[in-house]
Every structure is written in C-alpha cells, then in structure tokens.
C-alpha cells in the first residue's frame, strides 16, 4: 500500500459552487477537504477526481481558484505551472483553501473542458417533484441551431450587434405606465416636491434646450467644467448643463436668479445661512449664441451637499446627458441600474422618478418620440417597398373613441422568402415573445432553417396578444408570402392560438408539436422514474417499433399519464411519424426559442427602430454568409461530410449484401437488430436516413464496405453547396435611418396602442415553468431553537413555555384535507387522413373496458377496485409521489 510523504502532503479545504442560474434542490455549495501528494499531481487529474463525485451539468466550465493570503485574492488556476506555484506559496502551512465553480462560457469563444469519467452515476430510485434534473433532455445537441457559427469558414471575427452571447442583464422592471404614480423611491421614501425656482428654471430650459442654433465646438473636461471668469460655451444649454456638472462635482447647490435665453444669474443656495458669497452670471455675446462667463468673483465657504437625499441641480436633464452613453449600448437599462451607476460615477443619489424622467427623455433623443413612432412605421413600410420590391410590409389598425390606433404588423423580406423557397428545407418554426417596451406586445416570427443548420428568419410581426385572430391573421400574411411549398412541416408551442392559427391556414402541413413544452406541461401532473427513463427515448425513436415498445412501458406502469397524452398532445413529437419530404428532424421549438434570444436585447426599443434594427441584423447575418458560400466549393457542405466521416469510424456492423443496392447490416455485440438499408432508394429500415436526409450509421457502414461508393452521393440536396447559395444570394438592402425614410399619404395618423392597466408593476421577463431555471431554496429557520429544518410547532428542542406563547399568539397551520379524485381516462383516437395528428399504439387499458361482469362493472374496473391498496402502494415509493399522486394511488 502506497503511503505518501508528510514533505510533500497538502490539504485542500476546498468549497464547491455550481452554477447558481440552475435551480437545484440540494445545497448550492459544497465543502470537504482532500489530501494530497503534489509530486503525484497535476491539474487535469485533480480536476478530474472532484467532477467524478460532483458531476456539472452539459456545457458547464469549471474554473478553479485558491486563496492567497498575501495578495488577499482569489487567483485563478488554469495549468499545471500554476498549481505547483500554488503549493510553492503554501510549503509552510501544508493547507490551501480552493474554491471551484462550474459555470457556462463566460466568453463568446471560450472553449469548454470537457471531462470524461469511466464512473457510472447510478439514477436516484427517489426522484423529488421539483428537481430540474427530472425529465431533462438526454441528448439536448440533437436539437442544436446555429447563430453565428459562420467563423468556422471566416477567419475574421463576428461584427454582429448586441449578439445572444452577452450575458443576460437587468431588465427594465420600472416602467411606469401612464397614469401611474411613481412619487415614490427605491428606498419606500416620497419624492419631495419641486421648489418654485427649480419648477421655473425647467420650465424655461425645457423651451431652450430643443433649439438647435449653430455653435462653436469648444472643447472642456466634461466631467469638471471649468467657470472661470471669461470662459466660452456653446450655447444656453451646455453652459446650464455644465453648471450642474460643476455644482455636483464641487458639492454644492445653487438657486436661479434670473434665467433667460440670453443671461443667466445664480447664487448659493446657502447664502443666507452660511453667508456663503458664491454666485455666477453669464450672458450671450454678439452672436446670440455662444455663452461666456461674465462673473464668478468668490468661492464657497458653505459645507458639503453631497449626502442630501435630494440633489436639485441634477435635474432631468443633466441625468440625460449622464446616461445617453450607457443606454447606446444597452437600451434595456432600467432606471432602477441607472440610478446605481450614477452613485458610482458621480458620488450623489438621486431619486428615483427623476433618474426615470431623464431616461425617458434620453430615449426620446435617440430613438425618437414613442407616439409618433407607430405612425412612423408608414415610413418604414415605404422605405422598404422601395428598396426592397416584393417585401411584403402589413400595417393594420383599428379606430377606438374617434382615433386610429395600431394593431398589428407583419413583415416578410423579398430575400429571405426566395431564399427559403430556393434553398431552404419546408420547415418553419413559429413562436412569440413579448416586448419588453412601453407597448407590451408579442414579436411573432416565423424561423426556417439552411444546411448547416443555421437560423434562418423568414418573417416577424407584432400584435398586442396571442389570440386566434392575431395568430390567423398571420397565418394569413406567411401563406401569401410563402404559399404552401410541399411537405411543409410547421412547428408551434402547445399554445392554442397558434395552434388554431395553424389548423386553419395550414390544414394540409405536417402539425408539429414541441417536446420541451409537452414535458414541462407533462411534469406538472405526472412523476416517476418510468417517465424519465421512456418519454424522451419515444420523441427521439426513428422507427414505429421502438416507439411502441418504450410507449407500452409508461402505459402499463401508469395509464393515466398515457391517456393525457392521447387527449391533449395528439400532434407530432416523435422521430418515428415524422415525414421523409422536409428532413428536419428537430422534436422542440429550439429553432423558434433561438430567434427569441437572438432579438431579445431590443424588444425594449420602438416599433419603427425594433423592426429597422431586426432588418439590420438580418443583413449582417446574409453578408457573412454570403462571405462563407464564396469559400465552399464541392458537391456537399463540407461540415456535413466531416460529421459523416466521423460517424463511419469504430462501427460494430455487420454487412450482409443482398445486391449491390441492397444489404442486411446487423448490430454485433450487442442488442442483434437487423436493418435493411437500400442504397438506390436511399432508405433504411430504421428511418433515420429517410427522416434526417443524410446516411444513418447502417447505410455509412454499407457504403463504406463498397469500394466505389462515395457518401456526398448519398445525402440529400438540402444539405448541398447549391441549396446554401441559392439561401443567400438575395441581398438584404441596405437602409437610411428613419429621419430620412420617404413620407407616407396614408391620410391620417396612426395613435399607439392603448396600454392595458395590470395590478402591480409591469414584467420583463416572463414566468418560468416547472423546468425552468428557478430561484434558490432554503431552509426555515424556527424562531425558538434558531435551527433550520422545522417551524415552531414541530420543535422539540425549545422551551415548552415558548412554544406554548407562540400557540396562544398564532396558531398552528391546519391539516389539509385530503379530496379524492379520479383519473382521467378518456383517449381520444386518431382521426385518418389527417397528417398532423401522432398515432399512438393501442392501450392495454381500453381493451377490457366493454367486458362487463356481474354488478355492470367492467373486469379491469372490478379487478382495480378488489386489489389491496398495499399491492398498490408497493409499485410507487411515497418518497417521489406528488400530492396529486398520492391522492390516487393512496
């Protein structure tokens, strides 16, 4: 037995934090302490021996730090160079505190470490209701949509604005609708009200500050600016602006005296209590322009105002020129990170209504007023037809109390419909997301897919909310545009208005329903291993078979579940009833989601910019992949044949010709399925080949052991060079910006939206469902031992006279009763002819119902009513049953 070297031992006290945006039912940190030789070390297999008992999840990175306790720091270790310097500085205390995360991609282009381990994780038998980890997607990259991939033809680095890879932000979770009153701050404090010289000074700035008059460039600190007797500014406005900069960064305040287009006078707001002798007087020259500093004979005596709760020369507008830089880049900002960022910069905190004043109106510089804006989409309407002949761009409206009002819009890119006709396979994936804005509408777009498997946006739109009339009516819009192209294949969420919208302009199309979206609906309801180990292997089967067998599973163990299915999931989810003309096998909405997050740091913006700035996008997006179809070249794209070339190695087949054309290949070591794969008609017995369009494993090894067979004759031609250039060889055209976009003669103006009034401030992001990402849990923590892990009532450990003043002042919580209920199971059949609805294999649990015995029960039902409830019991451990569960079962 090995016995390692007191010299050379070390003690790692290290804690564990996984990825805090995963909601995970056990503990978020870890701690214990391990032993090690450093000579017998390296960073890998370090690495390596803690993720083989806390495993991370997919795509997660682990990072690894240690304390020093010179630098008081936590450093980053990255190699094996760094470890050993690590125990360098620890060789005297032998002990080193180390602090490991896992976490994803913190960079666009970071490459992930992936770690393999021989260690079988057994899955728990007791699996809890709310663990994420409950019904995951086994192989979640079988779903995988590209974005900005194209870097692997370029060698130039992605130009794209505000790409998905940013991390997600604040949300702007202030909005105030109209009519609200906000006088309140963060802190629960009221505003306090104007005095009568700051209401007449904004009152007058608020007529100078929009004249726009020539003026001298004239350049100065901005963030001090100087007041010197003599100095020059612009105009009114910039000197009115650096004189609040000036006030806050020398902390003090001052009163208007006079304040005027053409002279300004001001003095210290402390002159009479502190006898401070400040004041200021400036007034234009010659020119009626520039602005010169005419007196400022005194400094200040008076304190500091800096830590007043309310700091009146950071007026609305200061707060705009403070924050138009910050909201360039991110629109999304609410005034709630503003206010923060400006206690960092400028050291005052300022309330909060005004720092959203001066948002809105910094807003209101860039991007344009918000009511005008949607008549402005008139102009963006021209702009494109103009450009872009063929677009199709649809503005609808309605009138409420005498004034039009917008409604709805749709727009559909002349390019983006002749490259998804031409070069694209007939697969669209259609969802919405809401705005994150003042209007709080939904973005509906329909998304397609190329060869490589890249987004490829057909048409957007947005409508105030997913009804069946806003949904048909876009319906209506993408069949115009796109007609009705064979083998059409439409993917949706389980939301019925879509569906609806589907049903009725789509009849004839492949109905497809989302995977992730049945399984979130599905675990609401319904629990148990039996469901973790089947539901996902029957999405992902290719063929009938397999589909039936792991089917039968869920249904014997639980009908119920099955008949849920049956009645309220009857579209396409499953691998194995997908059609062979569209070969897009996606089983979720991935493609759709893809489009949302790649939108999603603009929702926040104005119609009329929202939708110039999606076209830009898209443009940025078709330039680069053009760049990409000039460097291919051969029959089939090259990625395509690189991931069947790997494919063909290391396959356990056995090939047993029957003709040139046609061959038995059976699987050898293993589970000896045989499938037949015909070369000529490009078919194996498996599906795969005819589902997903390129050769499945049976078909590689048959064309592999054939010495003039080559696979790109093999795959089918929408994943071939032609098609990718035929997707892109349109351009999007490129656009002025919307001050000078034609004007439209729609005769009229159209008024925004009347915003709908809800209870309690306004939401940017949406509800998360059971298998979303959620927030942490704790534990409670009982207010008479100070333990966790019970309330009051149950404490065994505290006083009996706390206990008992606690019963007297509250009472414990009452038992819930218990209601019984019965499962539903109806199964609605398959209705024939209709393509968009999944067949399911008979149930078991129907076949007996229409034998009846004596007292008109049926058998099945008789023989359930005459079995022990222990019998029943037994089948399901209480640990994992759900309260709707246990009411059945128990």
């Known amino acids: 037995m090995y016995r390692m070297d007191p010299n050379s031992c070390y003690v790692l006290k290290i804690r564990l934090l996984g990825n805090p945006k995963k909601a995970r039912k056990e503990p978020m940190c870890f701690y214990f302490e391990k032993v090690i030789d450093f000579d017998l070390t390296n960073y890998e297999d370090l690495v390596e021996s803690i993720i083989v008992q806390y495993q991370p999840r997919y795509l997660e990175v682990v990072h690894v730090h240690y304390y020093d306790e010179v630098l008081k720091t936590f450093l980053e270790i990255k190699s094996d160079q760094e470890l050993m310097y690590m125990f360098e500085k620890h060789a005297k205390s032998k002990m080193v505190q180390m602090f490991i995360v896992y976490w994803e991609p913190s960079e666009p282009y970071e490459p992930i470490i992936e770690y393999y381990s021989d260690v079988h994780i057994q899955p728990k038998n007791n699996i809890d209701q709310d663990d994420d980890s409950y019904l995951r997607n086994p192989i979640p990259e079988n779903e995988h949509v590209g974005i900005d991939e194209e870097n692997m033809y370029l060698k130039e680095e992605p130009k794209a604005l505000n790409m998905v890879l940013f991390p997600d932000k604040e949300k702007d979770q202030d909005y105030v609708a109209d009519g609200e009153s906000e006088d309140e701050s963060e802190d629960g404090s009221e505003d306090e009200s104007k005095d009568e010289s700051e209401d007449e000074t904004e009152v007058e700035e608020d007529d100078e500050l929009h004249e726009v008059n020539h003026a001298p460039n004239i350049e100065y600190d901005k963030d001090d600016p100087p007041m010197t007797e003599g100095f020059i500014y612009p105009n009114m406005k910039e000197f009115k602006l650096a004189l609040s900069q000036h006030a806050i960064k020398h902390e003090f305040e001052y009163n208007t005296e006079k304040s005027a287009p053409c002279r300004f006078r001001g003095y210290c707001k402390r002159r009479d209590e502190d006898n401070c002798p400040w004041r200021i007087h400036a007034s234009t020259t010659d020119d009626l322009c520039t602005v010169v500093v005419k007196k400022n004979p005194f400094g200040h005596d008076c304190s500091s105002a800096r830590r007043k709760k309310k700091v009146k020369n950071a007026t609305k507008y200061w707060i705009c020129e403070k924050v138009k830089d910050w909201l360039i880049e991110d629109a999304t900002l609410g005034a709630k990170e503003l206010r923060k960022k400006l206690k960092e910069h400028h050291k005052v905190k300022i309330n909060y209504k005004r720092v959203y004043m001066g948002k809105l109106l910094a807003l209101k510089q860039l991007y344009g007023d918000w009511d005008i804006s949607f008549d402005n989409l008139y102009r963006f309407k021209a702009q494109v037809e103009s450009c872009c002949p063929g677009s199709i761009v649809q503005i609808d409206h309605h009138t409420i109390n005498g004034k039009i009002r917008f409604r709805r819009i749709f727009v559909a890119m002349k390019p983006c419909i002749e490259g998804f006709l031409s070069g694209c396979r007939p697969y669209l994936a259609i969802d919405s997301t809401f705005l994150t804005g003042r209007f709080k509408g939904q973005l509906a777009s329909a998304t397609a897919v190329d060869g490589h498997n890249w987004m490829y946006p057909v048409s957007f739109g947005v409508f105030d909310s997913e009804t069946n009339e806003n949904w048909i009516w876009f319906m209506q819009l993408l069949r115009q545009a796109i007609g009705s192209p064979n083998g059409l294949a439409i993917c949706t969420d389980d939301g019925q208005a879509v569906m609806t919208g589907v049903k009725e302009v789509f009849p004839e199309a492949e109905h497809r329903e989302c995977m992730f979206h049945l399984v979130t609906n599905f675990k609401k309801k ?234 309690g401030r306004r939401k940017t992001e949406r509800y998360k469902g059971c298998g979303e990402k959620k927030r942490k849990s704790g534990q409670h923590l009982c207010p008479i031992c100070k333990e966790y892990g019970h309330h009051w009532h149950k404490c065994k450990k505290g006083n009996p006279e706390d206990i008992w003043t606690y019963e007297c002042i509250e009472e414990p919580p009452k038992k819930r009763t218990k209601t019984t209920k019965t499962a539903e199971l109806s199964i609605v059949p398959c209705e024939d002819g209709v393509p968009t609805r999944i067949c399911f294999p008979p149930s078991k649990s129907l076949k007996n119902t229409n034998k009846k015995g004596k007292g008109g029960k049926s058998e099945s039902v008789r023989s359930r009513d005459q079995e022990p409830a222990q019998n029943i019991r037994s089948q399901f451990p209480s640990s994992f049953l759900c309260t709707a569960m246990k009411q059945m079962f128990l």
């Open 526 to 759: 319904f629990h148990g291993k039996v469901f973790d180990d089947h539901l996902w292997v029957v999405a992902y089967s290719w063929n009938p078979y397999l589909f039936d067998k792991h089917w039968v599973a869920m249904e014997t163990t639980k009908p119920a579940a099955t008949a849920y299915i049956r009645k309220w999931h009857n579209r396409l989810w499953s691998r194995s009833q997908f059609s062979t003309i569209c070969k897009v096998d996606y089983v979720t909405n991935n493609l759709a989601e893809s489009f949302n997050n790649w939108i999603k740091h603009h929702k926040s913006l104005n119609l009329d910019d929202l939708f110039d700035k999606a076209r830009q996008l898209i443009m940025i997006l078709w330039n680069r992949r053009r760049k990409v179809a000039k460097e291919l070249d051969g029959l089939i794209l090259p990625h395509i044949i690189k991931k069947l070339n790997a494919m063909t190695r290391e396959l356990n087949l056995e090939v047993v010709e029957s003709s040139e054309e046609v061959a038995e290949v059976t699987a050898l070591g293993g589970s000896g399925f045989r499938f037949v794969v015909n070369l000529q008609e490009g078919t194996c017995s498996c599906r795969q080949w005819q589902v997903s369009g390129h050769p499945c494993k049976h078909a590689l090894a048959f064309i592999t052991s054939l010495s003039n067979a080559h696979i790109r004759h093999y795959v089918d031609l929408y994943f071939s060079v032609d098609k990718y250039r035929a997707a892109y060889a349109q351009l999007i055209p490129a656009m002025s910006d919307k001050t000078q976009w034609p004007k439209s003669n729609h005769g009229f103006f159209m008024h925004p939206p009347l915003l709908k009034a809800t209870a």
